[in-house]
């Protein structure tokens, strides 16, 4: 029996559910992955997956597999390559946004799927309010996520037997080079920062705020493209608690997003502001990090340098751009979705909404004063002298 493995964000060998069943029931596994064109990835991110998937195949040329890599319309390669390879069934990663969703049902009609956790902690609607479909205040969500039973992590395949003559391909051959990014992409550079950082983790709740320290563990992007699991990092006995409220951060998102699918495009909460300021020079300062207010602009800064920005000057930056410029929040989650690494529909937008009141925050007037902002969170002014024009 051959089954396909579809990698998406899920480039990942470790605690990989749809591939550690599929080496388990099957005796031939083809892992693939489809670089979609209708998903244009700016070139920061774009490097990222290259790097990611270079170090997938080598892991899964370790085991004695591989990764073909095709080009074109997911459902359509899919279905063809299943095909050819003989494949009875196609495992896959489980998303929730409104394209994977489309995805996984276009695919879904052209071959048998299974669909497996692994995208965030606990699945999308894993605990749910009583009385309701999903959650829409935080803290309830985390007593709940807390509470319920969590699957165990995965053991890395033994091994991954292709079908005879079968071969895979080399990323960059079929995407193409991109420029460096930032940082190194994929699980073997993910694992690595991980036990960078892990000695300091112990200090994440007195740290995560301030603004100079490398104090937070900077995996986002790995988490986004799921070169590490959320699972295994949730479980690592090295992490706090209050690192562990933010990986469910990051699954109350999740599931906000799979219940609202237009969280990325329309007001979360009922009666939000609509009239949003018509300010084209006021963004465009924005964006470069020339309003003049400090803590801003060193935000604004950072994330063009680094394509990532510390999450206290994103709820600042965030905050200055809607509330005192008045600008809508669409413009600023769709500059952070082009420069941010990490940037994913659930975690931006959802962040957007909660900073710009249109989303959960229980208090949606409240505004960020980026001076007593910088006063607390960067009291020596290290961070703005850092991201100095
Ligand atoms: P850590 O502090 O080490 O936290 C660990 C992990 O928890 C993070 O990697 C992330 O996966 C998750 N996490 C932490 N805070 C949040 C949060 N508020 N919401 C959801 N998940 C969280 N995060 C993204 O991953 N992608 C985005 O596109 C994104 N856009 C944002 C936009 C705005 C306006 C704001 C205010 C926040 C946004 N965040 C986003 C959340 C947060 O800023 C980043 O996850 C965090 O700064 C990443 O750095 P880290 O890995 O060092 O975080």
């Not at 896959?92 to 009609?109: F, I, K, N």
Request: glycine share 8%; charged share 30%; proline share 7%.
């Amino acid at each position: 029996r051959t089954v396909m493995v579809v990698f998406t964000r899920d480039l990942r060998v470790r605690d990989n559910p749809a591939l550690a069943t599929a080496c388990r029931v099957a005796d031939r596994v083809v892992p693939l992955f489809v670089a979609d064109p209708a998903i244009e990835a700016p070139p920061g991110r774009a490097r990222f997956l290259l790097d990611a998937l270079t170090d997938l195949r080598a892991s899964l040329r370790d085991l004695g597999g591989d990764l073909l890599v095709r080009r074109g319309d997911p459902a359509e390669v899919i279905a063809r390559t299943a095909r050819e390879a003989g494949a009875s069934q196609v495992a896959m990663a489980e998303d929730v946004s409104a394209y994977a969703r489309r995805r996984q049902r276009r695919v879904g009609e052209v071959a048998e799927l299974r669909l497996f956790p692994g995208v965030t902690v606990l699945p999308a609607g894993a605990v749910r309010p009583a009385g309701g479909d999903h959650y829409k205040v935080f803290t309830p969500y985390w007593r709940s996520w807390s509470a319920s039973p969590w699957r165990k992590p995965e053991e890395v395949p033994a091994r991954v037997v292709l079908p005879e003559g079968w071969r895979g391909d080399d990323p960059r051959a079929v995407l193409g080079e991109a420029p460096p990014a930032p940082v190194t992409g994929g699980e073997s550079a993910g694992l690595a920062r991980l036990e960078d950082w892990a000695p300091r983790a112990g200090d994440y709740a007195g740290l995560h705020d301030a603004l100079a320290e490398d104090g937070t563990s900077r995996l986002s992007p790995y988490l986004r493209f799921g070169c590490v699991s959320p699972l295994e990092l949730a479980t690592d006995p090295r992490v706090p608690e209050a690192f562990v409220r933010q990986l469910c951060w990051r699954d109350f998102y999740h599931q906000l997003l799979a219940a609202f699918p237009r969280l990325g495009t329309e007001n979360f909460r009922p009666g939000a502001r609509e009239d949003w300021a018509d300010d084209p020079e006021g963004l465009a300062a924005w964006k470069a990090g020339e309003t003049g207010v400090a803590l801003v602009d060193a935000g604004m800064r950072q994330l063009l340098a680094e394509g990532w920005m510390h999450n206290r000057a994103r709820m600042v930056t965030a905050s200055h751009l809607t509330k005192t410029l008045g600008v809508d929040w669409r413009e600023g989650a769709a500059w952070f979705a082009r420069h941010l690494l990490d940037a994913d529909v659930a975690n931006n937008c959802g962040n957007w909404q909660w900073t710009a009141g249109t989303g959960t925050d229980a208090r949606p007037h409240r505004r960020f004063n980026p001076e007593r902002q910088r006063e607390r969170f960067d009291p020596e002014r290290v961070y703005v002298d850092r991201w100095r024009a």
